[in-house]
């Protein structure tokens, strides 16, 4: 009998599926649309653009969706990639990333054409200094468009942007549609979420601090309600890949915080303030044996149980864990709350969702041929 933890046979036929573009193809994002389809971005293709695919629910292309199941979008750059991904209420597809040292974003029709009605042709791009990335993209209740990341090389900062559903500038937001948060040293923001009341929290890293957490409110503004001024460093250095807000509005952090070679998973009240409820102090640990366990993204079930992908350096496979809503692993999933899936290749989880029926789909790299590795799981 199958388990949760398992691998879904019922997709591709063995539970894992690799996607080519052709090139050095990484997937970095995953969307499940409310059907059950499975869309999945990241980067690749010759000459380095953002590539996309959907999938249908069993695991095979879905030939609706642009050319054969797969649309490349360039920006006119040598290095572009798509980081993350938003679906919007009409079902059209938000992508964000990079092309070469410039924000790119572009918006997709359901059917994977371009959508003219943002930016005039579907895409554009934006800087916020010498170098300009996007790690993530939200489409508010408004039809408005946050964008999280950072600039650089030296110095940069935690970069968010505001807007307009036709791909302008939202000048009511922070300074000119832009807000900055300076933790003090060459500062990444990877990950963001929203609150219901319409804050925002960006995570991600400081060289000066390691781990960060910054808190804006709906105006672009750091919100003096978190943490005392709206930042927070978490303890010990280390990095933030992933932000997840519960309905009690408290607040989940994954990645590796603390320096830790372990994943790790902090839960944090409103305030900022370790939630000591959630495993004794706060943070849960997930160890996976090997030197180096990295937490890539993670998602939150309905009943609170909290999913982590990522990779484990012992086997090089993909890594995924379960753990209950109070922080304790969730012995019903794999062994232990771990499952570890193996594509023979070095291979990195980059992203997960979770798909109407609570099933597990997980996406990253396969380094041996380059191709988007796809994953789903019993859950």
Do not use: Y
């Amino acid at each position: 009998m199958a388990n949760p933890g398992d691998l879904d046979t019922s997709f591709a036929g063995t539970g894992k599926k690799t996607i080519s573009f052709g090139g050095t193809d990484v997937a970095r994002a995953l969307l499940v649309q409310p059907n059950g389809r499975i869309v999945v971005a990241g980067g690749g293709a010759p000459g380095g653009s953002f590539c996309v695919a959907r999938l249908r629910t069993n695991g095979t292309l879905d030939t609706t969706f642009a050319s054969g199941g797969k649309r490349v979008i360039g920006f006119g750059g040598g290095d572009e990639s798509a980081s993350s991904a938003a679906l919007q209420q009409d079902g059209k597809i938000m992508l964000a990333g990079h092309s070469d040292l410039r924000v790119a974003v572009a918006r997709l029709k359901p059917n994977g054409a371009l959508d003219t009605t943002f930016s005039g042709n579907g895409k554009m791009t934006l800087s916020w200094g010498a170098l300009s990335r996007a790690s993530a993209v939200l489409v508010l209740p408004n039809g408005k468009i946050l964008l999280a990341g950072f600039s650089g090389p030296e110095g940069g900062n935690i970069q968010v942007a505001r807007l307009n559903a036709n791909g302008a500038l939202d000048t009511t937001f922070g300074t000119g549609g832009k807000a900055t948060i300076d933790f003090g040293g060459d500062d990444f923001g990877l990950a963001m979420a929203r609150q219901a009341n319409g804050r925002i929290i960006v995570v991600g890293h400081s060289s000066a601090t390691g781990a960060v957490v910054a808190r804006l409110r709906a105006n672009g503004k750091l919100d003096p309600d978190f943490a005392g001024d709206g930042r927070l460093t978490l303890p010990g250095g280390g990095v933030a890949r992933a932000v997840l807000i519960q309905p009690d509005r408290k607040i989940v952090v994954t990645g590796n915080a603390g320096g830790s070679a372990m994943m790790t998973v902090t839960r944090l009240n409103r305030n900022g303030s370790p939630d000591t409820t959630f495993d004794g102090d706060g943070t849960a640990m997930i160890d996976f044996g090997s030197l180096a366990d990295l937490a890539g993204d993670a998602e939150r079930r309905p009943d609170g149980k909290i999913v982590v992908a990522g990779s484990t350096q012992a086997d090089e496979d993909l890594a995924v864990a379960r753990l209950n809503a109070n922080g304790s692993p969730d012995a019903t999933f794999g062994a232990a709350g771990k499952t570890t899936v193996d594509f023979g290749v070095a291979t990195f989880g980059n992203a997960v969702a979770l798909q109407p029926n609570g099933r597990i789909v997980v996406a990253g790299e396969r380094t041996g041929g380059n191709d988007f590795a796809l994953a789903r799981l019993l859950g």
